[in-house]
């Protein structure tokens, strides 16, 4: 664009010139010199116009498209995507056509990339040329004002909130509430057959609702935990917006979350700060900020001190469900899968009892429960839970959206295309983790090459929650491997979607007392 405009105004400012430069002499034959002029008019007039032609056609047409099949109109490849199993999906294409492949699902062309530089330019170094993008069904469930759905200024003033709330200086002080979930949930398993995933939802539920709300009563516990079931049913359905459906049931159950979220946000507001009250006291804190902002001059070009101000009652509510979302299902999956990886490493099981027991003497002698000093001592069980997390990558792909045309590794992006980092195809390149289907803690005895282990993705929109999620698994694990072996029911082995992947079924198993044999 600029450089046409470029061109145009140069010749053109050439074509003055020559005209003035004619009109100005008196000896010359006045058509001799009109014909003159039009000769070199047309001709530097024509010359500027084909490198303007060339140039343009350099810029977009030099650039390719990446290589990859767009599939059938419309329909694209949703339907192998959809019919196969997904890994295949994208390792069929990623092995005929290279770590970046074009590809349409459901009348949305994408671009599928698994090279870690690539995914590091789209997710870090040039974030800001692709911004998140969900279906409008799904944002209006969550609430469209939640983090992870926005880009620049807003998204950065809600992200520091977020991300302090979640870091380790604040979580430090829930390893006790935790702990406390877990000692009063693992003992009413003894001797049953439990569904895992649906057992670690409970738990991964409760930690999610108490950091984003803090200590609340247990009537509105009861009521925030009923809606949410509600919400979530419909977040997986097809979003029909008709009265009866799940869809319609689930947008029903938002707005009255909003009602009992309001309610809290009103007493909480009349109430004196107080520690451990969670993110919402950190969103109402930041709002008093905002107010003294407002009445001070800003020479920030007034962007902070807008956003900021804006911060509403709704805008607190997305907020909350958003992140009780986002740590809810990602959490219980990776539970439910360190759970199966340890039923099928005994010596790996057998390891991390070792350790655990080490913690308890420790906590024996000192008359006291966990600590967060504790879980950071804990390096064994700390490399079952990242081999865990590269082995399910429990998130396998996020999604961006170009906002412009965009060049990535020499291929040419249009804007509007989707964009997918494929985590999962990173983390079982046998390039970055040789025998990537073998789960082999030891390989994180040394880290990982950078950009090649991602379950928390990576750059501005990476998990805030990546600590308090590991810090659930740490309890759990401490207190079920001391007290409790689980024998998986069933022989069906295989992968579920419901969204993230969890082992077929959610896993049944039967928990027994831990016998002494076993160590
Ligand atoms: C094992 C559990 C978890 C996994 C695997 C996981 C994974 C991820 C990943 C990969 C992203 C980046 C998505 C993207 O780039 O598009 C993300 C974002 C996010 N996660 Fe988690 N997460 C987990 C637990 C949690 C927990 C416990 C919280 C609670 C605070 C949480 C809150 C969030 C939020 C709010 C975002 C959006 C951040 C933003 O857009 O700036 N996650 N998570």
Redesign the pocket.
């Known amino acids: 664009m600029s450089s046409n405009s470029f061109s145009f105004s140069f010749s053109s400012s050439l074509f003055l010139s020559k005209f003035t430069s004619s009109t100005m002499h008196p000896l010359t034959n006045p058509f001799q010199d009109s014909l003159l002029f039009i000769i070199t008019s047309f001709f530097f007039t024509s010359f500027f116009l084909l490198l303007t032609l060339l140039q343009w056609c350099h810029h977009h047409n030099h650039k390719k498209l990446p290589p990859g099949s767009m599939g059938w109109p419309y329909l694209g490849e949703t339907l192998k995507l959809y019919t196969q199993n997904p890994n295949s999906f994208f390792s069929n294409r990623q092995n005929r056509y290279g770590d970046i492949f074009k590809t349409n699902i459901l009348g949305c062309p994408c671009v599928m990339i698994s090279s870690p530089e690539a995914a590091r330019t789209v ?1 870090v170094t040039q974030a800001h040329l692709f911004k ?1 993008t969900y279906p409008p069904s799904k944002e209006r469930l969550i609430g469209p004002e939640a ?2 759905f926005q880009q620049g200024a807003y ?1 950065s003033m809600l ?1 520091r909130l ?1 991300q302090a709330s ?1 870091m380790p200086s604040t979580i430090k002080h829930s390893v006790s509430q935790v702990e406390q979930i877990v000692i009063k949930m693992v003992p009413s398993w003894t001797n049953k057959t439990i569904n895992t995933l649906q057992e670690m939802k409970k738990y991964a539920f409760e930690v ?1 609702a108490i ?1 984003a709300f803090g200590e609340i009563k247990e009537l509105e516990m009861e009521e925030i935990r009923e809606l949410y079931r509600c919400l979530e049913k419909g977040y997986n359905s097809y979003p029909l917006h008709l009265p009866g459906t799940s869809y319609w049931k689930a947008m029903k159950a938002r707005k009255h979350l909003n009602k009992s979220i309001r309610k809290i946000i009103e007493r909480r507001k009349v109430e004196s700060p107080k520690q451990g009250g969670g993110l919402l006291e950190v969103l109402l804190q930041a709002r008093s900020t905002s107010s003294s902002f407002s009445s001070s001059p800003s020479n920030d070009g007034g962007e902070k001190k807008k956003v900021l101000i804006e911060l509403s009652d709704s805008q607190v509510a997305d907020n909350l469900i ?2 009780i979302f ?2 809810h299902d ?2 219980a999956s ?1 539970l439910t899968w360190v759970l199966k990886y340890l039923h099928d490493n005994s010596n790996l099981l057998e390891a991390v009892t070792k350790e655990q027991e080490g913690i308890k003497s420790k906590l024996a002698m000192e008359n006291r429960g966990l600590s967060w000093d504790d879980t950071r001592q804990m390096p064994f069980t700390s490399r079952v839970i990242q081999e865990t ?1 590269r082995s399910a990558s ?2 396998s792909f ?1 999604f961006r959206e170009a906002v412009r045309d965009v060049e990535l590794e020499g291929y040419r992006i249009p804007k509007g295309w989707k964009v997918l980092p494929l ?1 999962r195809s990173i983390h079982h390149s046998a390039h970055f983790f040789p025998h990537p289907e073998k789960f082999d803690p030891s390989r994180f005895e040394v880290p990982p090459r950078p950009n090649t282990y ?4 990576n750059g ?7 600590e ?2 590991k810090l659930e698994l740490l309890v759990l694990l401490h207190h079920l491997t001391l007290s409790y072996r689980w024998e998986v029911v069933g022989n069906e082995d295989g992968i579920q979607y419901g969204p993230f992947p969890v082992p077929k079924h959610g896993l049944p198993v039967k928990i027994t007392p831990r016998t002494k044999i076993f160590t």
């Open positions: 997710l998140p983090v992870f998204h992200k977020v979640f999610a950091s958003g992140v986002a740590a990602t959490t990776a997390l429990i998130l996020t985590f991602m379950p928390f993705g501005v929109h990476s998990c805030p929650g990546s308090l999620a």
